[in-house]
């Protein structure tokens, strides 16, 4: 780890872990290690459910430590989204959890420093790695270590917004902003920045616009909690307009739409071919077909004969995949991939698993 990062901690039982985890992330956290203090299975089995929440909702790290006594434990806790797990040195799990999900996911109590606000002055440029501060803004915090020359995750733009050009309105210089989807790229909305805007978006990491109607500035999910955090500000070649790549949390538009764009003027017909997008349309379908079976159709047939005719289908397929690969015809490779994806997503729907959750978890590897 190159950089400074600032957790907080908490313990996991009694709580509403997915709303302390928000809370922490608003007020510009790093992360958090969390203390997995369940007393029996039903508590634990409720923890690793609010931390697949969290990982599916919330675009922030976290670790955990507590209640490893098989290196089954570890897995749970690391397939639930995890960056780590702390086990202690005496632990005989720890060195078989090392060498099945490597040192990187396994950390000892000694990776995470206890920081005091006291402590702060005493940071040099060679501080990196995991901090534990409780704190309440922690951006502040790392506004702090960024005047010390310390490599923080905090924002920090290449060029001011007087770099930018402006247009006046409202009396105020502005800057039109897209603000796209970091992962799908699909458009979400467009607003406008003023320059305390733009800065309070840089120093927070959540979008924020100067709204021409009111007047004045607005956190994008302040009331409604459907935040936008900031993965990238990027300037288009005349620097008079922002293109936000973002992490949105729930719906973009104050309609309850995903985006603002979907007032359909007119359109012609095309193929959809972002990779993405079809298999996620595939799957739709499968879903829609899981939730209102259609009489004749081959998925609902599947659904209904059950989870082991899907695993023998999907052992079928891949068969089919190896003996296709020996033939010098790379088409027939190209359909019996296609038959293996598909039975793979009615897998995926039968088990409860999405695209986003594939897609991140290769992204961790």
């Given at each position: 780890m190159n950089k400074l990062y600032l957790l907080s901690t908490t313990t996991m039982n009694n709580i509403d872990v997915v709303a302390k985890a928000s809370e922490f992330k608003n007020k510009g956290a790093d992360g958090i290690l969390f203390m997995e203090d369940s007393t029996n299975d039903k508590e634990h089995d409720a923890n690793i459910g609010a931390l697949i929440e969290i990982k599916n909702t919330l675009d922030i790290i976290f670790y955990v430590s507590g209640n490893v006594k098989r290196l089954e434990d570890v897995k749970k806790y690391l397939y639930?989204?995890?960056?780590?797990?702390?086990?202690?040195?005496?632990?005989?799990?720890?060195?078989?959890?090392?060498?099945?999900?490597?040192?990187?996911?396994?950390?000892?109590?000694?990776?995470?420093?206890?920081?005091?606000?006291?402590?702060?002055?005493?940071?040099?440029?060679?501080?990196?790695g995991l901090y534990v501060l409780e704190s309440e803004n922690y951006y502040e915090i790392k506004s702090i270590l960024d005047g010390k020359n310390i490599k923080t995750t905090s924002l920090k733009p290449k060029f001011s917004f007087s770099d930018?050009?402006?247009?006046?309105?409202?009396?105020?210089?502005?800057?039109?902003?897209?603000?796209?989807?970091?992962?799908?790229?699909?458009?979400?909305?467009?607003?406008?920045?003023?320059?305390?805007?733009?800065?309070?978006?840089?120093?927070?990491?959540?979008?924020?616009?100067?709204?021409?109607?009111?007047?004045?500035?607005?956190?994008?999910?302040?009331?409604?909690?459907?935040?936008?955090?900031?993965?990238?500000?990027?300037?288009?070649?005349?620097?008079?307009?922002?293109?936000?790549?973002?992490?949105?949390?729930?719906?973009?538009?104050?309609?309850?739409?995903?985006?603002?764009?979907?007032?359909?003027?007119c359109k012609a017909d095309y193929n959809e071919e972002n990779p993405m997008k079809v298999f996620e349309n595939v799957y739709d379908v499968i879903m829609d077909r899981k939730n209102n079976p259609k009489e004749g159709s081959y998925t609902n047939y599947l659904f209904d004969k059950g989870i082991d005719k899907i695993l023998k289908k999907v052992g079928e397929e891949a068969t089919e995949i190896v003996i296709a690969a020996k033939n010098p015809d790379p088409q027939e490779i190209k359909y019996e991939i296609s038959d293996f994806l598909y039975h793979v997503m009615v897998l995926m729907a039968e088990k409860g698993v999405s695209w986003d959750d594939i897609t991140e978890e290769l992204s961790r590897r």
């Open positions: 639930a989204g995890a960056a780590g797990v702390v086990i202690e040195n005496d632990n005989p799990v720890k060195e078989e959890a090392i060498k099945r999900f490597g040192e990187d996911k396994v950390l000892d109590p000694s990776d995470i420093k206890v920081l005091t606000q006291n402590e702060i002055t005493f940071l040099d440029e060679a501080s990196t930018l050009k402006t247009i006046d309105m409202s009396g105020q210089k502005m800057v039109p902003v897209i603000v796209q989807d970091y992962r799908t790229s699909e458009v979400l909305m467009s607003a406008y920045m003023n320059e305390e805007a733009f800065d309070k978006t840089v120093y927070t990491g959540k979008m924020t616009y100067f709204s021409r109607s009111r007047s004045e500035l607005w956190v994008k999910g302040e009331t409604s909690d459907h935040y936008q955090y900031v993965k990238e500000l990027i300037a288009d070649c005349d620097k008079d307009v922002i293109l936000a790549k973002v992490h949105q949390i729930g719906a973009a538009c104050h309609t309850g739409n995903r985006t603002c764009f979907f007032n359909e003027i």
